[in-house]
């Protein structure tokens, strides 16, 4: 067997892990504040890869002025979609509010091939393209520098979530609505904060991940993996779309490159159902107890 | 209106159709499905097809989904097993269709009982996301199994007769609607039994059920079981519709379309699955309708289509979610309450 081999695989899924774990978080934060899982989430990637697209391509803007727009485009989105469609299934079953979003990523989807046809794009190429080696083993520098701004932005996401007060905010409305409303936080616009942070910090994933490896309407597959990652660590928790996006990045390059791409999608799906009759809410994720 | 609707004994309040009215309706809608054929053109008697097929999977969902509470994305999947059955048995056996509809649904059962086990420990969502588990590792299974074809898939003779073919939508509609019918029936009378009672009792506290002295695992895998024979069976008359398998033929989209089929119709009726997988079977043909006519002043309005139809199923999906939550079935309940009181309540 060839090590060297062996770890540029590893590191190649630990460098795509690094934004199933970003993607992850982005899940998470919905997911703590509002209980609803998002599955809408991948299609938002895919729209934040195509509004930058939009801006670089089509209104000619520069690179550095386009991010920062694409992610308060995203959090626009995630704003208008929180009002419209979340805020109206408050205290519905969760099966419904799922389905809500399903039907948003449909929509999503249509849009998109709508606006910009359904072949797959290239981004303009924004990443500096010199090899890394890390020791021997080499690393392509796309995905390097996408799992280093993944980490800056996941590390920024846990210090806020930590110490600032929307992050507070957010952690206590997510223990207890009840006593945070009571206790003064505006809940609903917790809830609103949530969408707009999540979607937003998903629009910045999709701009690394469609430089990585280009946009197209299919995209949203994406969200499915993401999904898996974060069934695997935990619904509720931070540090389990972390580890677990970590795990199913290493997983899927593993059986990508020593089974066949085919097995990627059998490998993760596998372990999926292995956790769950394991640990059926993850390997960080809170027990629920149920009471009558 | 409805009058002299008393009912003197448990049987009668508890029959499906109660009224003299009711059955001439009914009459007239079996009447009406069997000429049918003789008075329309192929292209209805080809959508007629495929919409009872679709009613007769989606109804199957219902009893999971709208009864039971167990929500899964693996239906379309299950409806593959049913195909790939009845494609091998047609193909390598050579067994009459009746048989083989039974083995498919048999065969699609067991499979559902194997994926119907994490229902033990996990549910609501995580089981949802279980059965799209389920639905990739058996699509995966499709594609690389030899018996299966592979990614080519299969190919198969058309159902027969009394030797005679039935190799036209014209010839087929005879087998495909009284089965979806059968199974419709079944269906509703499925809920007048101590099984469908149980049904409902997991689906609105699956503990109080159990307290009440239920067996969980066994009902939750029975509805499972029910389930996915109806997917099984739907799925053997897809095969015999388009007499070619492929892997590609039961994608998961297919499972989100069979979930928005009976959230459209309305989960938990059986009317609802009817209404509903009628409804969002028909609506991409209206679509296709619409834009041809637009042709003339957009003219690639075709290309169009996709992502159109892509938008207008989400929008469906929402639209109902929020402002119409039981579905079509309340609509049609509240037309027909209307008439109830007509004259004195309008």
């Known amino acids: 067997m060839d090590w060297l081999y062996v770890t540029e695989v590893a590191l190649a899924g630990l460098g795509a892990g690094a934004l199933y774990a970003l993607t992850g978080v982005a899940f998470v934060l919905i997911y703590k504040a509002t209980r609803v899982v998002n599955l809408a989430i991948g299609e938002i990637l895919m729209l934040g890869g195509y509004v930058f697209f939009g801006l670089v391509a089509g209104a000619g803007l520069s690179i550095w002025a386009a991010i920062p727009l694409t992610i308060l485009a995203g959090a626009a989105l995630g704003a208008v979609v929180e009002r419209a469609l979340i805020r109206p299934m408050l205290g519905e079953s969760p099966i419904s509010v799922f389905m809500v979003t399903i039907g948003l990523g449909s929509i999503l989807a249509g849009v998109v091939e709508l606006g910009w046809g359904a072949d797959p794009l290239r981004l303009p190429e924004f990443i500096p393209n010199t090899p890394i080696f890390l020791g021997e083993a080499y690393l392509a520098p796309k995905v390097a520098y996408g799992a280093l701004v993944a980490a800056l932005l996941i590390a920024g996401a846990v210090i806020a979530l930590r110490f600032s007060r929307g992050g507070v905010a957010l952690r206590a409305t997510a223990r207890d609505q009840g006593a945070a409303y009571s206790m003064g936080i505006d809940v609903g616009r917790v809830f609103s904060l949530s969408w707009m942070a999540a979607c937003a910090t998903a629009a910045g994933a999709g701009v690394i991940v469609g430089a990585i490896g280009g946009i197209s309407p299919t995209m949203g597959i994406f969200g499915l993996s993401v999904l898996v990652v974060v069934i695997v660590g935990g619904l509720d928790s931070v540090a389990g779309a972390l580890v677990g996006g970590l795990l199913i990045g290493l997983v899927e390059a593993l059986a990508g490159s020593f089974l066949g791409g085919e097995y990627k999608l059998l490998a993760t799906f596998s372990l999926l159902i292995l956790i769950l009759m394991v640990r059926p809410y993850g390997i960080f994720g809170t027990h629920e107890i149920e009471r009558l | ?346």
């Open chain 2, 1 to 346: 209106m409805r009058i002299g609707t008393f009912k003197l004994s448990y049987a009668a309040d508890e029959a499906l159709f109660d009224t003299r009215v009711q059955w001439v309706w009914l009459a007239l809608l079996a009447a009406s499905l069997v000429l049918f054929p003789f008075v329309a053109g192929p292209y209805w008697i080809y959508m007629a097809c495929l919409v009872a097929i679709n009613v007769a999977s989606a109804t199957g969902l219902n009893i999971l989904t709208g009864y039971t509470g167990l929500v899964s994305l693996g239906q379309a999947a299950f409806m593959g097993v049913g195909a790939y059955t009845v494609a091998v048995l047609e193909t390598r056996v050579g067994t009459p269709f009746f048989i083989n509809l039974l083995v498919a649904g048999g065969m699609t059962a067991a499979v559902g009982v194997v994926f119907g086990i994490p229902s033990l420990r996990v549910k609501g969502l995580y089981l949802a996301i279980a059965t799209i588990a389920a639905s990739m590792i058996l699509h995966f299974l499709f594609a690389h199994w030899d018996l299966t074809g592979g990614t080519r898939g299969l190919s198969m003779p058309p159902a027969s007769l009394f030797g005679i073919a039935l190799d036209q939508p014209h010839k087929l509609y005879w087998l495909v609607i009284p089965v979806t019918a059968l199974m419709v029936l079944g269906a509703a009378n499925l809920f007048r039994t101590r099984v469908g009672r149980a049904f409902i009792a997991i689906r609105d506290r699956d503990i109080s059920a159990e307290v009440l002295g239920i067996p969980l695992l066994q009902t939750k895998l029975m509805s499972f079981a029910l389930s996915s024979f109806y997917a099984g069976v739907a799925g053997g008359m897809w095969a015999y519709f388009f007499r070619v398998v492929t892997p590609e033929s039961f994608p998961l989209i297919n499972s989100i379309f069979y979930l928005a089929a009976i959230i459209v119709g309305g989960m938990g009726t059986i009317l609802g699955g009817i209404l509903g997988a009628t409804f969002m079977t028909l609506v991409p043909e209206v679509l296709k309708l619409v834009v041809g006519w637009l042709t003339p002043w957009i003219p690639d309005a075709l290309s169009l289509l996709a992502p159109i139809r892509t938008i207008v199923f989400g929008a469906l999906i929402v639209g109902f979610l929020i402002f119409e939550p039981q579905g079509l079935a309340e609509i049609w309940q509240r037309i027909r309450r209307f008439f109830h009181l007509w004259p004195f309540k309008t």
